[in-house]
């Protein structure tokens, strides 16, 4: 390779890691914003019973686990565990 495409090809390499380091930097402002709202939620709901804080951390809406990720077996196991629950 030439001097050129070696100069392009690290500016190259540059701009990727920038934009890498960029995207990790938004993903990690996302996740923080989006962890103080799940704090503030959880400080306004959990007045009630440990049972209605599962239910709402299942969310059994379909409408709105659409985009969410599937998290059908832990809500599986968290209705077992209520109605079957462990004795030590």
Known sequence: LDA???KQEAEWKEKAIKEL????????KANRAAEEAFVN??????????????AW???FNP???KQA?????R???LISL???PLVH
Request: charge should be negative.
């Open 41 to 54: 939620d959880i400080d306004q709901f959990f007045p009630g019973t440990e049972w209605e804080s599962v």
């Open 75 to 77: 809500c599986s196991v």
């Open 21 to 28: 380091e960029d995207e990790q930097l938004q993903k990690t």
């Open 69 to 73: 990720k599937d998290i059908s077996q």
């Open 4 to 6: 050129n495409s070696q």
């Open 57 to 59: 951390l299942c969310n």
């Open 63 to 65: 409408k709105s686990r």
């Open 82 to 84: 209520k109605q079957a």
